[in-house]
């Protein structure tokens, strides 16, 4: 749970700067930011393979993301759109 709080507080620290900042951010950036916010929307601490659960042990194919149906996190650049990148830019008014 701290976990979770922790990277959503890193995540609007990173989303809270200059509009300059912003606007110069790289796709590579905007894509760490979607699976930030991701993983830490998901209600539980196995959103992604390569986390920990909470007995310490690697969370693997135990993780949603690992798991058909149900939530589906996004974990990995790989499971990034073009799409989603443009849908973010616009909604985080990101050039």
Do not use: W
């Not at 809270?16 to 930030?36: Q, Y």
């Not at 310490?56 to 990148?85: H, L, N, Q, W």
């Amino acid at each position: 749970m701290l976990l979770r709080i922790g990277l959503a507080l890193s995540v609007l620290f990173a989303l809270s700067g200059t509009a300059s900042a912003l606007d110069s951010r790289s796709d590579a950036e905007i894509k760490k930011a979607i699976i930030a916010e991701s993983i830490a929307s998901y209600p539980g601490p196995c959103a992604c393979p390569y986390q920990s659960a909470r007995n310490g042990s690697s969370c693997g194919k135990r993780s949603a993301y690992s798991r058909p149906g149900g939530e589906a996190p996004t974990c990995y650049d790989r499971d990034i759109t073009p799409e989603m990148v443009r849908s973010y830019r616009q909604s985080h008014k990101v050039r």
